[in-house]
């Protein structure tokens, strides 16, 4: 059974920075991507960023380049998104997800943390 568990959200002021983590484990991930999806108030939820765990390829939504980074510890099973330069909209409740690299959809799903950036 995988399991991932987020920490790290919080409030922080706009210019501000967070870093998110996410514990996965259960399976053996070098055949998974890993990534964040976040869901605004009254929003449906979005991609944010992935990355092959085999690879390190990585991906991310146009509003995000250049402000955040995900990255992999192997060797801790851990997924992190740091996030810089924050924005007001990026408020959001952040997921950690994981699927297999031969499916399209992200089957495993933390429970969220959450993240407020004040203006």
């Known amino acids: 059974q995988v399991q991932l568990v987020e920490s790290g959200g919080g409030l922080v002021q706009a210019g501000g920075s967070l870093r998110l983590s996410c514990a996965a484990s259960?399976?053996?991930?070098?055949?998974?991507?890993m990534g964040w999806f976040r869901q605004a108030p009254g929003k449906e939820r979005e991609f944010v960023a992935a990355i092959r765990w085999s690879g390190g390829n990585t991906y991310y939504t146009d509003s995000v380049k250049g402000r955040f980074t995900i990255s992999r510890d192997n060797a801790k099973n851990t997924v992190y998104l740091q996030m810089d330069s924050l924005k007001p909209e990026d408020t959001a409740v952040y997921y950690c997800?994981?699927?297999?690299?031969?499916?399209?959809?992200?089957?495993?799903w933390g429970q969220g943390t959450q993240v407020t950036v004040s203006s």
């Open positions: 259960g399976r053996t991930f070098s055949n998974y991507v």
């Open positions: 997800v994981a699927r297999e690299t031969t499916t399209y959809d992200y089957n495993y």
